[in-house]
Nanobody, 125 residues
């Protein structure tokens, strides 16, 4: 069974940090791009960052550049999202998604092959 499982969310004060994990299992994801998305209450899902598992190349949304870092650990089959200098507007449910057809920050959800269940991040002011 293929799974993406997010963890690491929680409550943090503005200016603080959190590290989210997206742990994969059930197949090899070496040919996938792993994306992080977030969705705040009443808002549409938004792209956050993506990484090519094979090359390690990364892409970021402008809103998180310089504050968030996406990385992967091949041995642990895990992609991380290190979030620093958090702001209240970063509050959202964060989900990871795997896509074989390359990076895409704005494609239809059905074009991503696998999704995780999401983890809540709350940043207090």
């Amino acid at each position: 069974q293929v799974q993406l499982v997010e963890s690491g969310g929680g409550l943090v004060q503005a200016g603080g940090s959190l590290r989210l994990s997206c742990t994969t299992s059930g197949r090899t994801f070496s040919m996938y791009h792993i994306h992080w998305f977030r969705q705040a209450p009443g808002k549409e899902r938004a792209f956050v960052a993506a990484i090519s598992w094979s090359s390690g190349s990364t892409v970021y949304a402008d809103s998180v550049k310089g504050r968030f870092t996406i990385s992967r650990d091949n041995a642990k089959n895990t992609v991380y999202l290190q979030m620093n200098s958090l702001k209240p507007e970063d509050t959202a449910i964060y989900s990871c998604a795997a896509r074989t057809r390359g990076y895409c920050g704005s494609c239809l959800p059905s074009t991503y092959d696998y999704w995780g269940q999401g983890t809540q991040v709350t940043v207090s002011s």
